[in-house]
Nanobody
Framework: QIQVVESGGGLVQAGGSLTLSCAAS????????MGWFRQAPGTGRDLVAG????????YYADYVKGRFTISRDNAKKAVTLRMDDLSPEDTAVYYC?????????WGPGTQVTVSS
């Protein structure tokens, strides 16, 4: 089981960019598929991007393809989500977890707010 702490959120104008960071701990990180999830008010927590443990495979939800980029550094136990061309619809709390998620591994999340 891993533990994570997300950071890098904030307030940005539409069209802007943010880079989210996930610092993980736990002996299995380098062999775990990882993902970034998001939850907007009144909605469920959805997977927006995923990455295999080798970084050879990535997944993106249709609504972020071409705008978001996920990457990882197994030596640093870190996962990054680069978000470009942000829109107000991207406003949400963003979470890092394994993919599929482990119920006990959710971090506090980081708030991303995009103003129009």
């Amino acid at each position: 089981q891993i533990q994570v702490v997300e950071s890098g959120g904030g307030l940005v104008q539409a069209g802007g960019s943010l880079t989210l960071s996930c610092a993980a701990s736990g002996p299995t990180f380098s062999t775990e598929f990882m993902g970034w999830f998001r939850q907007a008010p009144g909605t469920g927590r959805d997977l927006v991007a995923g990455i295999t443990w080798t970084s050879r495979g990535t997944y993106y939800a249709d609504y972020v393809k071409g705008r978001f980029t996920i990457s990882r550094d197994n030596a640093k136990k870190a996962v990054t989500l680069r978000m470009d061309d942000l829109s107000p619809e991207d406003t949400a709390v963003y979470y890092c977890n394994t993919n599929p998620p482990q119920s006990d591994s959710w971090g506090p999340g980081t708030q991303v707010t995009v103003s129009s």
